[in-house]
């Protein structure tokens, strides 16, 4: 597997940092300042990621775990391992799709991420697509009456369909009528 260090780890990547405080770079030297304003320290270990913009960055897909009341446009402090940063591409089926039926939460991760067990996969353009549109299922209850099953029983079978197959939702939600 490629290695990333502070050369490449910008180069076509997905990523997941994990939420620290300021204090972690308190004694770190700034290594880079973007011109988007995000800052860069980085360490042995990985890098550290100061910035109000997360999610897609350039060419890479760069999440931030771990903050609750996290948004775009708030600056929020990451961490991530170089051996956290994993290869991506547009055309390349990468990531599969995580879906918490419960809690109404879904998500995309990287295949070779630690969660992986031969899940169906998308590349990432699909799976973001994909995402959005089970929370979409999530929120919006108006599609449900034009079925006869109960609500939370039908979302569940349509989006396990949903993210283990190629097809579309339309041609999934027509299965079920």
Avoid at 91 to 116: G, M, W
Avoid at 124 to 134: D, Q, S, T, W, Y
Wanted: proline share 1%.
């Amino acid at each position: 597997m490629k290695r990333y260090t502070r050369e490449n780890f910008f180069k076509h990547t997905y990523c997941e940092f994990e939420t620290v405080t300021q204090t972690a770079v308190v004694d770190l030297k700034l290594y880079y300042h973007s011109k988007s304003d995000s800052q860069y320290y980085y360490t042995d270990q990985g890098v550290y990621r100061y910035a109000n913009h997360w999610g897609r960055v350039a060419n890479c897909r760069w999440r931030l775990l771990g903050s609750e009341e996290f948004k775009n446009q708030k600056y929020h402090l990451g961490f991530a391992k170089w051996t956290d940063f994993l290869p991506m591409n547009d055309t390349d089926k990468l990531f599969f799709i995580v879906v918490d039926i419960a809690t109404k939460k879904v998500n995309f991760q990287h295949k070779l991420s630690r969660e992986y067990s031969n899940e169906f996969l998308f590349t990432a353009l699909n799976a973001k697509k994909r995402v959005k549109h089970i929370r979409g299922l999530f929120k919006n209850d108006k599609w449900v009456n034009y079925f006869e099953k109960d609500a939370d029983e039908l979302r569940a079978l349509i989006i396990t369909d949903y993210i283990t197959s190629n097809k579309n939702l339309q041609e999934i939600k027509r299965k079920y009528r």
